[in-house]
């Protein structure tokens, strides 16, 4: 194996390696939302899990169902993004910018 091929090939299989402990980080990165001016919060981790949602009484209205299941979804779907975001960001770093499909 040359050696210009030996030095590619260690360097791919140290971001790997960091892709791999990133992956493994992403359960304890956490993002939080709240939506209708807090009436809804929620919080999901970089795994596209929800760890919790907060709905205030004041949201629940039974003749405006509707309105409060937007603000779950708006607050669900911001946070995942958040989180999205972050992850991206930080797997950007260890690719140098390159984008790899199914990463993030």
């Known amino acids: 194996m040359s050696k210009g091929l030996a030095q590619i090939?260690?360097?791919?299989?140290?971001?790997?390696?960091k892709m791999g402990k990133l992956?493994?980080?992403?359960?304890?990165?956490?993002?939080?939302?709240?939506t209708g001016g807090g009436a809804v919060t929620v919080v999901v981790?970089?795994?596209?899990?929800?760890?919790?949602l907060v709905i205030k009484k004041e949201a629940v209205d039974p003749e405006d169902v509707e309105m409060l299941q937007d603000l779950v979804l708006t607050a669900v779907n911001e946070a995942l993004k958040k989180v999205h975001a972050e992850m991206s960001?930080?797997?950007?770093?260890?690719?140098?910018?390159?984008?790899i499909p199914g990463l993030f």
């Open 9 to 17: 090939m260690k360097q791919a299989q140290m971001m790997q390696q």
């Open 23 to 34: 992956q493994e980080e992403a359960a304890a990165k956490t993002a939080e939302v709240a």
């Open 45 to 52: 981790n970089g795994k596209n899990q929800v760890l919790s």
């Open 89 to 99: 960001e930080e797997m950007s770093k260890i690719t140098g910018g390159l984008s």
